[in-house]
C-alpha cells in the first residue's frame, strides 16, 4: 500500500512517520523547493518538526502530479483554506480507486462547505474519509498516547484508514458520521481561540470550563442542523479534540488567543503564531453559517466581533455574562429534564 501525503506541514509530517513505522510506503509533498531539498538530505522537517526523523519508506516530492501517481491512498494535509486549490491542481490526475483522506480541519470561507463538501465536487466517485481527534502532531511524532475518528459512510475505507494509522500509540475508531466529525474537528479551533482569549485576559479556570461546555453546545446545535448526529459531539472528534486545543500549549489556535486577549491586534497575533491558525478563518465561516441556519450561537458571535469587528474582548465577555437569563438545555438538542 502506497500513501501521498499532500501537506509538509506539522500534522502531514507527523502522519508521514506513523506511515512509515507502519512499514507504508509514503510520498510527502511539499510546494516549497528548499524546504524540500533540506528533507531529502537531512531527513528531517526543519521547520514544522526537526526532532522527528523520516529515514526509511519516504520520498520527498515536488511535484504533485508525482506524488499521488501509482498511490492507493491520498492524505490532504494543508490547511482547509488552501484544499480547493490542491484539488484542483490534482482533479485531472485522480483515480476513481484512489481512497481521499483529509485531516485538515476547517469549514471554507465564502462557500460554507466543509471539505468532504468540497471533495464530493471534484471527486463524486471516490470514496472518502475524514480522519480527525485530540492529536497535537507534537506528540503523535513523539510516540505517546493518542486517539482518533476515521469517518466514512463507507465502512470498508473507515477500517481502512483505521488499520493503517493504528499503532502501539495510536488508538483509532471508526464513525459513519463525517459531517459531525468535520463540524466537530472544525469548530473546536474557535472555542480554542476563545479560551486562549479568556487566559491573556487573566480569567481562570472556571471562565474556561464555561467556554468549553456551552461551546460544545453551540457546536452541536448547529452541528444537529446540518444533519449531525448529537452523540458525535459527546466523542473523540468532538468533546476530545475541544478538551485538548482549549488547554493545550501546543493548540495554535489557543496561543493565538493569549496573544490577542494579551491585547495584540488579530492580524499580528496571527502572524506572530506563523502556522496554520484554523480558527481565524472558521469563525467566520461558523457566524454565516449561524446565520444561515439561524442557531443561535453566542460564543461564536463575541468572537466573529473580536477578531473582524475590532471589538474588545472584555466587553465581549461582558456581553455574553449579561445575556438575558436561559434555562442550559433547549429542546431541539437534548430531552430536557422539566421541572415537576
Ligand atoms: N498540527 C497539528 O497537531 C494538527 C493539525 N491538524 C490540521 O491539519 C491542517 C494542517 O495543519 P498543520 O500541518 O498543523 O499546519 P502547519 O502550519 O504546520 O503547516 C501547514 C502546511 O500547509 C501548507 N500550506 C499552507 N497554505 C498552503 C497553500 N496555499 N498551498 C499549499 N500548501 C499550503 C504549508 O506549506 P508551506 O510550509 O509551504 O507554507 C504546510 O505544509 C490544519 O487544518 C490543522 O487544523 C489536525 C490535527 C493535528
Ligand atoms: O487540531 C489540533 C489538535 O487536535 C491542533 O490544534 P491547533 O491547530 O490549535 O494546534
Known sequence: MKIAILGAGSWGTALAYVLINNEFKVNLWTRNSIDLNYMRENKVNKKYLPDVLLDKNIEFINNIEDSIKDVDVIVLAVSSQATRNILETIKEHVNKNQLIVNVSKGIELVSLKTISQIV?????NNNFVAL???????EVSKGMPT???SASIDKRSAELIQDIFTTEYLRVYTNPDVIGVEIGGSLKNIIALGAGI??????????KAA????GIYEIAKLGKIMGAKTTTFTGLSGIGDLIVTCTSMHSRNRRCGILIG???KPKDALEKIGMVVEGFYTVESAYYLSKK????MPITRELYKVIYENHGARDSVKSLMMRSKKHEIEEMILNPIEWN
Do not use: I
Request: proline share 6%; hydrophobic share 30%.
Open 211 to 214: 467556554l468549553m461546555t456551552r
Open 198 to 207: 479568556s487566559d491573556g485576559l487573566g480569567y481562570g479556570d472556571n471562565a
Open 132 to 138: 480527525s481527534g485530540p492529536s497535537h502532531a507534537e
Open 120 to 124: 464530493k465536487e471534484f471527486f463524486p
Open 147 to 149: 486517539t482518533l475518528v
Open 262 to 264: 494579551e491585547g495584540k
Open 293 to 296: 441556519y439561524n442557531v443561535e
